[in-house]
């Protein structure tokens, strides 16, 4: 939808399927919306910035994560916690929204594309769920990166020597993200991170306590 036109895209043939990054639309009457861990999320974001020269490269992540909550980096459609918020509180629960988790596609992909399927009443055949999880694979998008990307009207301005497709992962966080970081992230949106199933550090850090102070 970012690069057709709206008088196009109005006389193609219904049902129509698009993708973008908006904000709550009452346009949209059917929604698929697929959701990540934030902390996740603040990565790729770091990660792309550079890649469109928003931020200079090895910025300090621990910088960047206050300003990307702000919505500094994404004005017109807020931050994260904006976005989400303003799907859950218009659509959740209706018949015509459905909420994905991105680490969920991850680790049963034939269980959630079935789950596409039956909510765009189309049959959940094991056999074309099969092939479009082959043909969206990571490593096929970065094939498709390198001969691709400078076609595409996401990347075709950006640094190339920065891959669009990275890691393709979930719980990178744990590991990147300083400690002060996490904890800045929770203290604002943890309540948000638990109602959509993600664990915060801080009950983690509590479970191995309780865990380690019952062995004693």
Same mark, same amino acid.
Request: no cysteine; aromatic share 10%; net charge positive.
């Given at each position: 939808?970012?690069?057709?036109?709206?008088?196009?895209?109005?006389?193609?043939?219904?049902?129509?399927?698009?993708?973008?990054?908006?904000?709550?639309?009452?346009?949209?009457?059917?929604?698929?919306?697929?959701?990540?861990?934030?902390?996740?999320?603040?990565?790729?974001?770091?990660?792309?910035?550079?890649?469109?020269?928003?931020?200079?490269?090895?910025?300090?992540?621990?910088?960047?994560?206050?300003?990307?909550?702000?919505?500094?980096?994404?004005?017109?459609?807020?931050?994260?916690?904006?976005?989400?918020?303003?799907?859950?509180?218009?659509?959740?629960?209706?018949?015509?929204?459905?909420?994905?988790?991105?680490?969920?596609?991850?680790?049963?992909?034939?269980?959630?594309?079935?789950?596409?399927? @039956?909510?765009? $009443?189309?049959?959940?055949?094991? +056999?074309?769920?099969?092939? %479009?999880? /082959?043909?969206?694979? !990571?490593?096929?998008?970065?094939?498709?990166?390198?001969?691709?990307?400078?076609?595409?009207?996401?990347?075709?301005?950006?640094?190339?020597?920065?891959?669009?497709?990275?890691?393709?992962?979930?719980?990178?966080?744990?590991?990147?993200?300083?400690?002060?970081?996490?904890?800045?992230?929770?203290?604002?949106?943890?309540?948000?991170? @638990?109602?959509? $199933?993600?664990?915060?550090?801080? +009950?983690?850090?509590?479970? %191995?306590? /309780?865990?380690?102070? !019952?062995?004693?």
């Amino acid at each position: 939808m970012y690069k057709t036109a709206d008088w196009v895209l109005r006389r193609r043939p219904r049902p129509r399927v698009l993708k973008s990054h908006e904000s709550f639309d009452a346009r949209y009457r059917r929604i698929i919306y697929i959701v990540r861990d934030p902390r996740d999320v603040a990565i790729s974001n770091y990660h792309w910035e550079m890649k469109l020269r928003s931020i200079p490269e090895g910025s300090p992540i621990e910088e960047f994560v206050p300003r990307w909550m702000d919505g500094e980096f994404w004005r017109r459609i807020g931050s994260w916690a904006d976005h989400v918020n303003s799907w859950l509180a218009t659509r959740q629960g209706h018949d015509s929204f459905l909420l994905m988790r991105y680490e969920d596609l991850q680790s049963n992909q034939q269980r959630e594309l079935a789950r596409v399927a @039956k909510f765009m $009443g189309l049959n959940p055949d094991l +056999e074309r769920i099969s092939q %479009a999880i /082959e043909r969206s694979s !990571a490593a096929n998008m970065r094939k498709m990166e390198e001969t691709q990307g400078k076609k595409w009207v996401a990347t075709f301005h950006t640094r190339s020597d920065k891959p669009f497709v990275r890691k393709a992962s979930s719980g990178g966080w744990r590991a990147i993200l300083p400690e002060t970081t996490v904890r800045y992230m929770e203290a604002h949106w943890g309540p948000l991170i @638990k109602q959509l $199933g993600y664990t915060l550090s801080t +009950e983690g850090e509590k479970e %191995a306590s /309780e865990i380690t102070h !019952a062995s004693q």
